[in-house]
Structure formats: structure tokens, C-alpha cells
């Protein structure tokens, strides 16, 4: 394996000084920052000692930009200044967000949203970075120096737009992102999963405002999510939500004006949070017109009032298991996350469904960002003596044969390991029941002008039509720059793999020499691909056409029949000839030519299924 020595902007430092690195949860709710001192990762508390920081920014009439709890302080009177939940926004447009209801001023332009404030119009990314900023000089003064950076987590389902606007906003905030990290792996980092065995987790996390549940699989220390689902609109808010109902009905308030209802919509969050451990809580408040509310609620009668939502995150669980293709039994662990899940009826419902008590001796809202702060610890090089941040990346790209002696890359050069990729493909011809798996290793896009690296084969696919069997491939390189590749046809399950040392026998120079052949040659390799591609296309209708005139050429006239003949030939010869652009040109008349004899075959496919039914086996 080369180990390339990579030394990062910002990370000079005397060897064996401890470099100051962070995790940070940004979350829908609440954000948190975390290192590891001294050895042992904590969160680190603002100079109250809170740890957690509301995720909500106030641009204030005095022009400062206030956040957490006292940008809270200020949403009643100023709600169109003050900004919470923006990780909502974060990469989305405008119309992703229309269904939710908001006090704010939404800026239609095409690309991101943007909100119009008091302090200007901000993009989500800027919001972000105001929280952010704010955990960023949390650290600094609680560390006591500068960061070298910091790992972010995201949402396992965060796409690219997301993942790119949260790294954006880091680098608005002055800080250095080591990586991005799946909030459901950091929680298991924080548990310490990645040391143990090997086996599937289920991360399930009730922040705020939303739910998700992600299933991990740990093999070789490396993390590969297998499945996400959840609910964007569940989490402890509607508990308060239920509580808030619960007391009007009680108290016989009708409706309250704003600022009434968000006083009991706060203590009501605080009755939610007292039930975790008290078997009964009693609300208290003073409302506007002189009227006061004092009513007791029991943990039963919460739990009544909450049964719904608690097995609402049922339903996401289940569908997570069925995208998996697991049961519960195979599930060695469940780690749960998110403030919410301090609830013990939440507690004892995902206990109840996987049949095992959950992991919960973690702090569930710090998790993700302990996790964050180890991974971020190892980044930044505090571990082993080393005076260098070592970052093991793959020197050339991954690949696999396809039709045409074409090379599809699947793990490009410098993709840092541990990493996997999996890719789809399907079967060229009806009934093909084996396919060649060749793995290819350099930049070029031919066959010939890559190193293969090994070959093998997946046998027993099931016989289907061209293009119907759906093939994974999986590639996996762990720590130690070991690769194995696995490809499995999902609806049969038939699976084979094999292991491969990927960069065995490449010197440094020969490494150097395939990249900079690769430039050199970028112009012959394009058209080298598009002459490829051409022929792949070609074949493919060719060997349909001729399996479709095999058995059903009584259905065309002389004429038809003589046509399509003669335009099947004048394929053929371009194909002999490797003239791209004639080949494309013959395939696309073919294509045109056969497609009435296309409508007659089904035509007759769909008389033929009729015949010897009577209409009562239509009725369902
Ligand atoms: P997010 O990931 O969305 O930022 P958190 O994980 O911080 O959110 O969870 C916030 C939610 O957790 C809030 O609804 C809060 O009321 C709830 N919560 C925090 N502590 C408790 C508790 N002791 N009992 C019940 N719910 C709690
Ligand atoms: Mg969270």
C-alpha cells in the first residue's frame, strides 16, 4: 500500500504537540462542540456551562448577532429576524420548503433559498456559519488556542448539495474541515463500535423536529450504511405539541394569541423533559389576560396522549429493515441518539421491537458530536507518534471491465481509505447467467490500458431479459489498503467476492507514469470511449433484432422483412469498418426501422397471453 505523506494547510506543528481539533454536531436544534483531552473526548460548555447551543441566530435591531438561548429570548417579538431549524434549508431551493410553515421572509431566486433579514439577505449557509462561529470561539477559548480543524457531522441522507453547502459554511466560520462525518457513524464511534466486532447497528435518533433511523454495518472497521429512512417532520416538538393540546383542553383555553402559546409550548417542553424521571409534573403559567393555568400531569397520562407519535418511529424502523433485507435478529446493537430518546416509553418500544435492551450509557444529545472529536482527535494526528498527519489515499483509480473493453471507475485515484462504493450494472444478453467481474486499476479509460488486477466470476444469475438482472458491485478498500470486491444480483441474492491487493508491485514511478499517460493520452481516450460505446450500442440491437427475426419474422411482409435485413447489414459492415459515427448513424436507422416490428411482436405477445382466458380471470 502506498502510504502518501500529506501535510495539510494549517497543520504544521512541532512533533508531539497535541493539536487542537473538534467535533461538532450541527444540529436541527441543538449544535455542540467536543474534543478529546487529555485523552478522553467531552463537550464543551459555553461560560454558563451549558453545553448544548440552541441552533437559532437573531439578527438584533443593534445589529449583533446573537445565538442559542438568547437569540431564543428575542423570537417572540422579533420572529422574522430570528432564525431556528435552519438545517432545513441547507442546499434546498425554495419549493423543497414550501409545505413548511415559517415566519420568514424566503427570497425567490433560483438556486438556494435565501431569507431577507434585518442584517441583509442570508443564504442558510451564512446562517449556519453564525453557529458555527459561535462553537468555533467556544472551543478556542475553552482549548486555549487556535483549531487545526474540525469534522462536522451530517445526516446519512444529506445529498451532495447538502454536504457541499455545510462545508461551505464551516469554511464562512474560519474553520478547517477535516471531513465530513454520517451523524449515525459518529454515534457509533462514540460507542466505541469501530473496535469491537464486526456486525449491523441500528442508529436510531429523535432530535427536535425529526427522526432518523440508519442501519451501520461494520466490517473491517470500516462503516457502510445500508439503509436510512425516517420522518423529517417527528421529534420531541410534537411530544410538546401533544402536552400544549392536552393542557387547553383542561385549562378550556380556546385559542391563544402567539406569544401565550409559545409560553406553553416552553413549559410544556420543560413537562416533557421532567417526565424522563418524575412520575408526575405540575405546569404553571400567567397568561396575558390575567388568566392562570395550573394543572398536574402524570407520566400515564403523557404516555396516553403519546402513543402515536411513539410508534409513528415504528414504522420508518421497519422500512429501514426491509430496504436492508434484514430482520431483526440480525441487528447486534441499537444506539440511540437525539435528546428525545431520553423519553423511557421511546426507550422501551425500540427495546420491545429488536427484542435487546439499547444502548443508551451515553449522554443520547452528545453523541454525535463525542464521536465527531474522536474521529477529529485522529485526523489532526494526536494519535501514535507520528509528526505527519498520515492520510492513506488509493494512488490510482479503482475500476471494472464493461462492455466494450471500456473501464468504469469506481473508486477514483486519492480517495482516502478506508472506503467502499458500490455501483449497479446489469446483463447484456436474454438469459446470460454468468458474469465476468474484471478488476482494473489506472486512469485510462481502455482495457489494455489499465493493470488488471483480478478476475472472477458470478455465476447462477437467475435467466432473464437483457438488462433486467441488477448486479451490485461492491468495493471496499479497508485500512490497511486492502481491497475486495463482492458483486451480488439482488432480486436472487446469488453472491460472489474475492480479495485483492491493490497497488502490489507499482513503484512511486510507475504510479507517476500511468497519471501523466493518462493526461497525454486524455484526447485518444475519448474517442477510443466513443467508438466503444458506439459498438456496444450496435451489438446490442443487432443481437435483439436478430433473436426477434429468429422468432418472429412470419409477422412482416417481404418487404418489411428485406428492409430490416439490409439495414442490419449496413450496421454490421460500419462495425467492421470502427467508424464511430457511422455506427451510430446505422444504429439509430435500425432502431427506427424495427420499431413497427417491435409493435406488431407485442401485438401478438399480448393475443397470444389472452388466448384460453376467460374475462372472470381479469376481474382483480
Ligand atoms: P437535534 O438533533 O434535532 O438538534 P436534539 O438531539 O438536541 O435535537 O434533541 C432535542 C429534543 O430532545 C428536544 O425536543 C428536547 O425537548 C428533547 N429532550 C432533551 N432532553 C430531554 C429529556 N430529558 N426528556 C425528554 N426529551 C428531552
Ligand atoms: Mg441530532
Given at each position: 500500500m502506498a502510504l502518501l505523506q500529506i501535510s495539510e494547510p494549517g497543520l504544521f506543528a512541532e512533533p508531539h504537540q497535541h493539536r487542537l481539533a473538534v467535533g461538532i454536531d450541527l444540529g436541527t436544534t441543538n449544535s455542540l462542540v467536543a474534543s478529546v483531552k487529555s485523552g478522553s473526548p467531552a463537550c464543551l460548555p459555553d461560560?454558563?456551562?451549558?453545553?448544548l447551543l440552541a441552533s437559532v441566530v437573531n439578527y438584533g435591531k443593534d445589529g449583533v448577532i446573537r445565538v442559542g438561548s438568547s437569540a431564543i429570548a428575542r423570537q417572540n417579538d422579533d420572529p422574522s429576524n430570528t432564525i431556528s431549524s435552519v438545517k432545513r434549508f441547507?442546499?434546498?431551493?425554495?419549493n423543497d420548503v414550501a409545505d413548511l410553515a415559517t415566519p420568514y421572509r424566503f427570497v425567490d431566486e433560483p438556486g438556494m433559498l435565501k431569507i431577507s433579514t434585518r442584517a441583509g439577505i442570508k443564504s442558510p449557509v451564512e446562517v449556519s456559519a453564525d453557529i458555527l462561529r459561535a462553537l468555533k470561539t467556544r472551543a478556542e477559548q475553552s482549548l486555549g488556542g487556535d483549531l487545526v480543524g474540525a469534522v462536522i457531522t451530517v445526516p446519512a441522507y444529506f445529498d451532495d448539495a447538502q454536504r457541499q453547502a455545510t462545508k461551505d459554511a464551516a469554511r464562512i466560520a474560519g474553520l478547517n474541515v477535516l471531513r465530513l462525518l454520517n451523524e449515525p457513524t459518529a454515534a457509533a464511534i462514540a460507542y466505541g463500535l469501530d473496535n469491537g466486532s464486526e456486525g449491523t447497528y441500528v442508529i436510531y435518533d429523535l432530535g427536535g423536529g425529526t427522526f432518523d433511523v440508519s442501519i451501520l454495518e461494520l466490517t473491517r472497521g470500516l462503516f457502510e450504511v445500508r439503509a436510512t429512512s425516517g420522518d423529517s417532520k417527528l421529534g420531541g416538538d410534537d411530544f410538546d405539541h401533544r402536552i400544549y393540546c392536552w393542557i387547553l383542553e383542561q385549562a378550556e383555553l380556546s385559542a391563544l394569541n402567539a406569544q401565550d402559546a409559545r409560553v406553553l409550548l416552553t413549559r410544556a417542553r420543560e413537562a416533557k423533559e421532567a417526565l424522563s424521571d418524575h412520575p408526575s409534573t405540575r405546569i404553571t403559567a400567567v397568561l396575558r389576560e390575567g388568566v392562570v393555568v395550573d394543572v398536574e400531569l402524570s407520566v400515564e397520562t403523557f404516555h396516553e396522549i403519546t402513543c402515536t407519535l411513539v410508534s409513528n418511529t415504528i414504522t420508518p424502523v421497519r422500512k429501514a429493515l426491509r430496504d436492508a433485507k434484514l430482520?431483526?435478529?440480525?441487528?447486534k446493537g441499537v444506539v440511540m441518539v437525539g435528546g428525545a430518546t431520553r423519553m423511557p416509553q421511546i426507550r422501551h418500544a425500540v427495546a420491545d421491537f429488536f427484542k435487546q435492551e439499547p444502548l443508551t450509557n451515553l449522554d443520547p444529545d452528545k453523541v454525535v458530536a463525542i464521536g465527531a472529536a474522536i474521529q477529529a482527535n485522529v485526523l489532526a494526528g494526536n494519535?501514535?507518534?507520528?509528526?505527519w498527519l498520515l492520510l492513506d489515499v488509493i494512488p490510482l483509480s479503482l475500476g471494472l471491465e464493461t462492455m466494450g473493453n471500456l473501464v468504469e471507475k469506481i473508486i477514483p485515484r486519492n480517495s482516502t481509505i478506508p472506503t467502499a462504493r458500490a455501483q449497479e450494472f446489469t446483463t447484456f444478453k436474454d438469459g446470460q447467467t454468468a458474469m465476468a467481474i474484471h478488476v482494473l486499476q489506472g486512469e485510462r479509460e481502455l482495457v489494455s490500458d489499465c493493470r488488471s488486477l483480478a478476475r472472477f466470476e458470478l455465476r447462477g444469475i437467475p435467466p432473464m431479459v437483457a438488462g433486467a438482472a441488477r448486479i451490485r458491485v461492491s468495493f471496499q478498500v479497508d485500512a490497511d489498503g486492502l481491497l475486495s470486491v463482492s458483486a451480488k444480483e439482488l432480486s436472487s441474492g446469488v453472491e460472489a467476492s474475492i480479495m485483492v491487493k491493490p497497488s502490489y508491485g507499482l513503484s512511486d514511478d510507475e504510479i507517476s507514469n500511468m497519471l501523466s499517460d493518462s493526461m497525454k493520452n486524455a484526447n485518444a481516450d475519448v474517442q477510443a470511449r466513443k467508438l466503444a460505446e458506439a459498438l456496444v450500442d450496435a451489438s446490442s440491437i443487432v443481437n435483439a433484432t436478430q433473436a426477434a427475426l429468429a422468432s418472429d419474422a412470419h409477422l412482416l411482409n417481404t418487404q418489411e422483412l428485406s428492409h430490416i435485413e439490409n439495414s442490419l447489414a449496413t450496421l454490421q459492415s460500419s462495425m467492421q469498418a470502427l467508424d464511430a459515427n457511422a455506427i451510430h448513424a446505422a444504429t439509430e436507422k435500425l432502431n427506427e426501422i424495427t420499431g413497427d416490428f417491435a409493435a406488431k411482436r407485442m401485438d401478438a405477445a399480448v393475443k397470444c397471453g389472452l388466448a384460453g382466458q376467460n374475462i372472470a380471470d381479469f376481474k382483480d
Open positions: 461560560e454558563q456551562g451549558r453545553t441547507m442546499g434546498r431551493g425554495i430482520q431483526v435478529s440480525d441487528i494519535k501514535g507518534d507520528d509528526e
